[in-house]
């Protein structure tokens, strides 16, 4: 997992996280409360339907014909009202493991909901995010021992 994870609060506008994700060229970032706690998630998906006047999503993935995860230069072009924050437009249900999880638990989270992302937390604090990237370099690192252990 990745510590540190960067996230947005209940009252940061969505112009502000629309800049948030460009200048770290993420799409997406857990929503927190006030005491850190996480109460949710924002994604491009959520500011572009908000964009769009679109009812939020009911599943993920909805709007790919209309959004590609690697065009950030869209998200210039977004401007919303200053009154509109993060909580307004958030997912609020946050899909976590526990720190102390294994991976195979992981593993059949992300595929049973079809994640690209898990919040870590530990006594419901975030402490971390695991990705599927993270999951790909975790397999060639044992791809690579795996090979290296027969050639011994």
Avoid: C, Y
């Avoid at 998630?41 to 500011?47: A, E, H, K, Q, R």
């Avoid at 998200?75 to 009202?81: A, I, N, V």
Wanted: glycine share 8%.
């Amino acid at each position: 997992m990745h510590k540190g994870v960067m996230t947005v609060t209940t009252t940061t506008t969505l112009q502000d996280v629309t800049r948030f994700f460009i200048q770290l060229g993420i799409t997406g970032a857990p929503v927190v409360d006030d005491s850190g706690k996480p109460v949710g998630v924002i994604s491009m998906s959520d500011l572009t339907a908000h964009a769009a006047g679109l009812d939020k999503p009911k599943e993920g993935g909805f709007l790919r014909d209309l959004w590609d995860d690697t065009s950030h230069h869209a998200l210039h072009d977004l401007t919303f009202d200053d009154d509109v924050t993060a909580g307004h437009v958030m997912t609020e249900f946050l899909i976590r493991v526990d720190a102390g999880a294994e991976v195979r638990e992981l593993l059949e989270l992300m595929k049973t909901a079809r994640l690209h992302r898990v919040f870590v937390t530990r006594e419901d604090m975030l402490v971390g995010i695991v990705t599927t990237l993270d999951l790909v370099m975790l397999l060639d690192r044992l791809l690579e021992e795996r090979t290296t252990a027969k050639r011994s």
